[in-house]
């Protein structure tokens, strides 16, 4: 019986032993959870969570919940942030996209191209071709070579020369009609004038000119008086037009100026013995170093604040330039050869405008089948026809008060 009893309560305890063990390891997961929440919160007293695992678990787990709350709305917002400032720059970069598009428009808008055509006196077509550039601007092209230029359909055209090439130059406005240009045959290529300096430079802000015409046409070129030059040579020149391009050079030279340089202390007193005296070609420029005296600074030039740098470019007349220094209360600096020293002047680079800066314009003999020239012909006819008559009609009248005297 006894041993019944035993073998009954070794198998009871087989039986509920998996059931014990499973129990300890619950209690000890339950032991190692409330450590852990106690160091993630240590604000919660210990034996409450032991004796409230479940609270203990659902505190974890709305912690948990809030952070992935707060985290979503971060992620949220931050995408919403992104999103608006892709949308920001997309609608930016619309604008500008936009704004580029309707610049190139109106870029595209000013651009005009003419049809001009070339005919000769008698209305016969001699060549065609298009004057392309924007509205509001100068445009030129060229016409055909053996020709000079007898009418412009447009208003304001005018033709200029550069190395025999006669070009029709104007001003382009916006639905600007198709150009007439009425030609008319040469036989030579032309005399091309010339105004240069000694050294072979272009007269600055002055034109010569261009004659056209047939072989042996003349010409009488006057040389202008130009600013801050001097004719060398005839005033005026004769062109015979041949069956060669003619280059011919009108010769000025620069004429030489001074600039005397005054240097004064506050009180009007000269602090050289000697102004300084610079000469120059009229056009020359150059950087100016003003002179350096011990112990003083330079406050002022002509009057006016001490310019950087200072430049000066000599003219037509003599100039004078005033320099005004004042003493300096503390030196930081004292030159172991305190000796004044002179204004200097660096020159500059000469300005050189091309040959053509300043586009010379055409000369030239038209044909008396022309209108200006037979309006300027039967004028004369008339006027020769008219003093005619009225010598006739005088000498008459005389005739016969003879012969009533006789």
């Not at 060669?244 to 240097?263: A, F, S």
């Not at 150059?286 to 003219?315: C, H, K, Q, R, Y």
């Not at 007349?317 to 002047?345: R, W």
Request: proline residues 7%.
């Amino acid at each position: 019986m006894k041993m019944n009893k035993k073998i009954a309560g070794l198998a009871l305890v087989t039986l509920l032993a998996p059931t014990i063990l499973t129990a300890q390891q619950a209690v000890a997961e339950t032991s190692t959870t409330a450590e852990s929440t106690q160091q993630t919160a240590p604000t919660v007293d210990s034996s409450t969570i032991e004796s409230l695992p479940l609270e203990s678990t659902t505190v974890e787990s709305t912690a948990a919940s809030t952070s992935d709350t707060v985290i979503s709305s971060e992620s949220t917002t931050s995408e919403s942030t992104v999103e608006e400032s892709a949308s920001s720059e997309t609608s930016t970069s619309t604008t500008e996209t936009t704004s580029s598009s309707e610049e190139k428009k109106e870029s595209k808008a000013t651009k005009v191209s003419v049809p001009v055509h070339f005919i000769d006196e008698s209305g016969a077509p001699i060549s065609s071709t298009t004057l392309t550039g924007e509205v509001g601007k100068t445009a030129s092209i060229s016409i055909p070579k053996g020709y000079a230029v007898s009418i412009i359909s447009a208003p304001g055209f005018d033709t200029y020369a550069i190395a025999g090439v006669i070009y029709l130059s104007g001003l382009l406005s916006d639905s600007m009609p198709a150009i007439t240009v009425t030609l008319y045959a040469t036989s030579s290529p032309g005399a091309d004038i010339n105004l240069v300096d000694q050294d072979g430079l272009p007269v600055l802000g002055v034109q010569g000119t261009f004659y056209v015409g047939n072989i042996n046409d003349s010409f009488t070129f006057t040389a202008p008086e130009v600013r801050g030059y001097r004719l060398v040579g005839n005033p005026t020149t004769r062109v015979t037009l041949t069956d060669k391009l003619q280059t011919i050079d009108v010769v000025y030279e620069r004429i030489t100026t001074k600039l005397t340089i005054i240097c004064l202390d506050t009180s009007g007193n000269n602090l050289m013995d000697e102004n300084q005296v610079f000469e120059g070609k009229f056009g020359e420029t150059g950087t100016f170093t003003p002179a350096w005296f011990p112990g003083m600074e330079l406050i002022s030039v002509n009057g006016a604040p001490v310019p950087d740098p200072i430049t000066v470019e000599f003219t037509d007349t003599d100039q004078t330039m005033t320099l005004v220094y004042k003493e300096i209360a503390e030196e930081t600096l004292v030159p172991t050869n305190p000796i004044p020293a002179p204004s200097t002047i660096t020159p500059a680079a000469p300005v050189v405008e091309p040959l053509n800066a300043v586009l010379p314009p055409v000369t030239q003999k038209k044909k008396s089948t022309l209108p200006a020239t037979g309006e300027k012909t039967n004028g004369i006819t008339l006027s020769v026809l008219g003093m005619t008559v009225i010598a006739g009609v005088y000498f008459t009248k005389k005739k016969r008060e003879n012969e009533l005297k006789s």
